[in-house]
């Protein structure tokens, strides 16, 4: 499941949000990306969502594939509405 949304965090993804983000998505079981322009990280990763710098307004791909696919990608879109 794949879902596109744009940044809505102040200061966009930057490494503040980046420890909650990998958080979030450790909740799950499902294999958690997000994806913007040709990068694709995996979320569970604190090394590789720390490279992803993304300013407000741009947007970014969240894609979950898993047994609980919908609930990881509604709480990681969640967190990117602000």
Do not use: H, W
Not at 4 to 20: E, M, P, R
Not at 38 to 52: A, E, L, Q, Y
Not at 54 to 73: N, Q, W, Y
């Amino acid at each position: 499941m794949e879902r596109t949304v744009a940044v809505a965090l102040k200061d966009g993804i930057d490494a503040d949000i980046v420890s909650v983000l990998v958080q979030t998505a450790c909740k799950f079981d499902s294999r958690v990306y997000l994806k913007e322009g040709m990068r694709r990280v995996n979320m569970k990763s604190i090394m590789g969502m720390m490279n992803m710098v993304v300013p407000k307004g741009r947007e970014v791909t969240v894609i979950a594939e898993g047994d609980d696919e919908s609930a990881a990608v509604e709480a990681v879109e969640n967190l990117l509405a602000g």
